[in-house]
């Protein structure tokens, strides 16, 4: 064997066993990594369980608040319907109106409506409600119709139910005085027999309910709920009284959303720039040029 045979071998042997050494090293990190990932992966997972249950608990408790909110919005004015007014109809029927007036008075103060006018149109629909309330608390339009059903009876040979004789003269002389003046008015904006006939059922059919709803004998709650329902009915006629008229400035709506100032701007600076920028030379014509 060669003299130099043996540290060759020894020094090959010794580099095998550091590249076993490091192989082996190598593959207990991947397992330490492996083990440390499905340990991850197991913690995650438990936590990933408990935050699935945790949210379906949340999800709940915020099903039951929004459940709650809409019992209360929609359960309190049938509530107060009830209990002021004397029947849940008259809480569904303002409710509504309230909802409805509101948006709408919230879509003029988005169009930049004065505020102004928005309370005061607020306060003129409430003194309307207060006034119609008022009017049939009284029961003065049932206290008219009933005397002329009495004069009816004492003056003709009509008999008619004292119970129902303010009802029957009421829907009878609405039925008469609509047809005549949906006759009337149809045939003057139509000019044709199917307008005017048109006119004469829709009149009396209307006239006839108006009349029928005002011989009703109302108490102190029903008197109170009209006030309210007329009140929240006209409001919305009232505010937007400006648009309907034509009163509103849309041009100034439309400059108040639109950067006037800064195009305004721009082309002062660009007309500005072109007053003081020198002229540009005019560019040599070739030879061939014309």
Not at 72 to 89: D, H, R
Request: glycine share 12%.
């Amino acid at each position: 064997m060669p003299p130099g045979g043996s540290s060759e071998h020894s020094a090959s042997a010794a580099g095998s066993g550091v590249r076993y050494e490091v192989g082996r090293a190598r593959a207990a990190l991947r397992r330490m990594i492996d083990a440390h990932v499905a340990l991850a992966k197991a913690e995650i997972g438990l936590i990933a369980d408990r935050a699935k249950v945790a949210l379906g608990f949340i999800a709940a408790a915020v099903a039951l608040v929004i459940f709650a909110a809409l019992v209360a919005t929609v359960g309190t004015p049938l509530f107060l319907g009830e209990w002021i007014f004397g029947s849940i109809g008259w809480g569904i029927l303002h409710a509504v109106l309230f909802a409805l007036s509101v948006a709408i008075a919230l879509v003029m103060l988005a169009l930049e409506v004065s505020r102004a006018w928005v309370a005061r149109s607020l306060v003129l629909a409430a003194i309307v409600g207060v006034l119609v309330g008022a009017f049939f608390l009284f029961n003065l339009p049932h206290a008219a119709w009933a005397a002329i059903g009495d004069q009816v009876d004492a003056q003709t040979s009509v008999r008619i139910d004292g119970a129902y004789r303010p009802l029957v003269v009421a829907v009878v002389i609405g039925l008469v005085a609509g047809a005549v003046v949906g006759l009337v008015v149809g045939a003057w904006r139509g000019r044709r027999f199917s307008a005017a006939i048109g006119g004469l059922l829709g009149g009396g059919i209307a006239f006839a309910a108006l009349c029928a709803f005002t011989a009703i004998s109302f108490s102190v709650e029903c008197a109170a709920g009209v006030g309210v329902a007329i009140a929240l009915a006209i409001w919305p006629l009232f505010v937007t009284r400006p648009i309907v008229d034509g009163s509103y400035d849309w041009d100034a709506l439309a400059a108040r959303y639109w950067p006037g100032l800064t195009v305004e701007t721009v082309r002062t600076t660009i007309a500005e720039v072109k007053l003081r920028l020198p002229e540009m030379p005019s560019m040599p014509r070739g030879r061939g040029g014309r």
